[in-house]
């Protein structure tokens, strides 16, 4: 995103000190370390801190950058007391239960003032191990794993794990131009971290890391400058995070905004010449009449008349409402039985396989030729059928188009139409909004159940069924357009 590689520009500006004025009256930053010598030699004598080892000289080799005349490049050991926590022993309660003392872990680090932490610790786990309560205001850095790098300032008094390291800088040093400085390296504090299983920089990484310092009265300048304008990145960011959403969602938004048109007789173009759809319903009767006169299919129960109440919205005048089950030979289901699956045999497809709108044989799973023909008793899914997804995902429609037999779960419903040329004209109805609105009236599950459809329900969905020809303008229109939106896909 443009505020990302904003935010990392402005921050490598305003550490090499091109983002502020350098002013001729501010002290010299010579005097400031010499200020900080004297503050640690004072600590020293006063047995608050211990004399360190003197850090390595910096070398040209390892300056990355000029700075201002008035800065000079430093080791951040020389800056601050760095130290890192401990975990109190987990196995005893005692440091733990009712504790009061915030304990910081490096999940609580959010790259801004850290006024609340998710555990506390007791007093009697701050006096039997090595935490020390650190004050406010100290410099925060994760140190272990994916965190590597996150930063906060202490908004509370705390302690911290092991994998937190916490800076109390010296005098004449500004707590959050570290902060910055520290978000500006993130990237490079990763890479020095890189390479083990559970990458870590350690303190002494930390502290051997080099900082251009500029003097105090430059680090508030900075500072200021950065609260600024990184508060005006951060709108930008929040803008176009809504704007990737926005882009993101307009598709789907706009694809069920077609097909909603489409199934309600919007998109297209109503013809005098079409065939009027009542003769559709005549021979679908008749020849559903002839399969169960010739007990091919069994007869059904009549289907319950359609009320004004039910109907959710306007279609043309040569369009007519019916229920799934008058245009049907079978709604059924796959078996309710777990098979055995084996290595090689006839394909056994549940909804992971056709949840997309096609046929995907990932995760795909095999029984034994017995073993279906058993199955196809009962539910025998053939090319133009047409199987959706009734338990957990409900609705996603697909035409059979394969040319191989196989058996299906009962996570998979399985419609079969009188008339086949029907079925593009009911996937497409069956992914719009307005049969999404029926699943979701009858739907039954949910909390800790999941949801699905009763073929009972199924059988009594409402369809709005235009003309043969206008089903095919229809679907011709849909195949074009939706391909146009798959393109605005990002």
Known sequence: MLADKLRKSVLQSAIQGKLTE???????????????????????KEKKIKKQKPLPEITEDEIPFAIPENWKWVRLGEIGIWEAGTTPSRSKSEYYINGKIPWVKTGDLTDSILKSVTENITQLALEETSLKIKPVGSVLIAMYGATIGKVSILGIEATTNQACCACVTYKNIYNKYIFYYLISQRDNLKKMGAGGAQPNISREKIIKTIMPLPPLAEQKRIVEKLDNVLANIDELKASE???S???????????KSILQSAIQGKLTEQLATDDK???????????KERLIKEK??????????????????????NWRWVRLGALSSVITDGTHKTPNYVNKGIPFISVQNISSGKY??????????????????????????????????????????LDF???????????KLINKDINVYLKAYMDSPSFEWQINKVKVGGGTHTFKLNLKDIVNFLIPLPPLAEQKRIVEKLDKLLADIEELKI
């Open 360 to 401: 995907k044989d990932t995760k795909l799973k095999y029984i034994t030729e017995d073993e279906h023909k058993k199955l196809i008793c009962r539910c025998k899914p053939e090319k133009g059928d047409i199987l959706f997804c009734r338990i957990g995902t409900l609705g996603h429609p697909y035409i059979v188009d």
């Open 405 to 415: 037999e196989f058996s299906i779960f009962v996570s998979l419903g399985l419609i």
């Open 22 to 44: 350098q002013l001729a009256t501010d002290d010299k930053v010579e005097d400031l370390l010499q200020a900080i010598e004297e503050e640690k030699e004072l600590l020293i």
């Open 241 to 243: 995070e809504k704007l």
């Open 296 to 317: 091919k299919i069994k007869k059904q129960k009549p289907l319950p008349e359609i009320t004004e109440e039910e109907i959710p919205f306007e279609i043309p005048k």
């Open 277 to 287: 759809v009542e003769d559709l319903l005549q021979a679908i009767k008749e020849e």
């Open 245 to 255: 959403i926005l882009q993101k969602n307009f598709p789907d938004k706009l694809k």
